[in-house]
């Protein structure tokens, strides 16, 4: 157990809907990270809070956004769901801004039909 | 930009043998290079990570070496078994001003350990 959580593990939602995914970091980790990982696809590094600011943007869709709650969990909202952002959508902490091990969640496996 | 590559993207080796993963990074000002196993459904796990100031590391059956004028970094795991069958990942991050933690991978290599 890495100690990080995201809700919901799986969701199925059709085309054109939006979901929203929840990531609580560990315990006193202030950087949460967002990946993307299609099928039989790498892990896409899509954006990063650091103690609530925005502190780096990867390849992420103007349909995606996130955002850092003060109590340091993460959300990652979808928007205007099409068929190719079926993906497992893994959230991971870290307790500084600078390099060093990320610890994931066990990820939250979207399907939009 | 930031960009790293990872080959094989697929390796069988029979068990006890050895198996070796090569990756590329493109931004000179990478300095934190960790490797990331991921079992199938499963959340990736660092397994062993390497810093620019260090040349090797070794941990029990897994070793990691960075060239950093090449720009290459290589897994190499000895005496396989086949609970080492998995996906495995490379990744690296910039220090300096523009660090922010974040981590850049490779694509991947699924390790198949063949009884």
């Known amino acids: 157990d890495s100690g990080v959580t995201q809700t919901p593990k799986h969701l199925i939602t059709a085309t054109g809907q939006r979901v929203t995914l929840r990531c609580s970091p560990r315990s006193g980790d202030l950087s949460v990270y967002w990946y993307q990982q299609s099928l039989d696809q790498g892990l896409q590094f899509l954006i990063q809070y650091y103690n609530g600011e925005e502190r780096a943007k990867g390849n992420i869709l103007e349909r995606f956004s996130a955002q850092q709650f003060p109590d340091l969990h993460s959300e990652l909202n979808l928007s205007s769901l099409e068929l190719g952002d079926s993906a497992l959508y893994f959230c991971?902490?870290?307790?500084?801004?600078?390099?060093?091990?990320?610890?994931f969640g066990e990820g939250s496996r979207l399907t939009v039909l | 930009g930031e960009n790293v590559e990872q080959h094989p993207s697929t390796l069988s080796v029979q068990e006890g043998d050895s198996a070796v993963i090569k990756c590329t990074y493109s931004?000179?000002?990478?300095?934190?290079f960790p490797w990331y196993k991921q079992e199938l459904g499963k959340r990736p796990q660092l397994i062993i990570d390497?810093?620019?100031?260090?040349g090797e590391k070794k941990d029990q059956r897994i070793a990691v070496t960075l060239n950093k004028t090449a720009k290459h970094f290589s897994l190499h795991i000895t005496e396989t078994q086949p609970e080492d069958s998995a996906v495995y990942f490379c990744?690296?991050?910039?220090?300096?001003?523009?660090?922010?933690?974040?981590?850049?991978f490779g694509q991947g290599t699924t390790l198949q350990v063949k009884p």
């Open positions: 991971a902490s870290s307790g500084t801004h600078e390099t060093g091990e990320l610890f």
């Open positions: 990744a690296a991050s910039k220090g300096g001003s523009s660090n922010t933690g974040k981590l850049i």
């Open positions: 390497i810093r620019s100031n260090v």
């Open positions: 931004d000179s000002a990478s300095n934190y």
